[in-house]
């Protein structure tokens, strides 16, 4: 019966992440056997672990899933995705509500230069990576595919 007790007063001390939460993992890394986290899998100490409340989920996970994918596989084109599906979403999100937004109608001569530097950088830029047992490389608008043995 103590036992019980013990138990039960550990798992309500235990976090809970009604509104989300963020942290690094504690326990052991894979080679020792990893940290068990019941239901979901093994994971390592050390790793970021981010838990997002339901409701953002369901607003967000478009852009979540291949933002955190994106920074797992060091895939700047999935990160890029991402954020760039995040900041759509709030944006819409901002525009609906209530707030107060200050939207400019007039470009400045610098960040009309930033643009065609930006855009330079793009299509003089190679991005390389690999899928399905592809290597594909992208300069500007030309696609490379290469058969990986």
């Known amino acids: 019966m103590t036992l019980f007790k013990v138990s039960k007063q550990k798992a309500a001390e ?7 939460g963020v942290g690094i993992l504690g326990g052991r890394r ?3 056997g990893g940290t068990y986290i019941n239901g979901i899998g093994e994971a390592e100490k050390g790793e970021l672990f981010a838990i997002v409340n339901r409701k953002q989920t369901l607003k967000f996970q478009s852009g979540i899933i291949p933002l955190i994918e994106g920074i797992n596989r060091n895939d700047n084109s999935k990160l890029i995705k991402g954020l760039n ?17 200050n939207i400019k109608n007039t470009v400045s001569l610098n960040e009309v230069q930033d643009i ?7 299509e003089n830029s190679t991005s390389v990576s690999f899928v399905d047992g ?7 608008n030309i696609t490379k595919r290469v058969k990986l043995n």
Do not use: Q, V
């Open 14 to 20: 235990a976090a809970k992440f009604e509104e989300g």
């Open 30 to 32: 894979h080679y020792e």
């Open 85 to 101: 599906e995040i900041a759509l979403k709030a944006n819409i999100e901002a525009m609906r509500g209530d707030r107060n937004i």
């Open 116 to 122: 065609k530097r930006i855009r330079e950088l793009i």
């Open 134 to 140: 592809w290597r594909i490389e992208k300069r500007g």
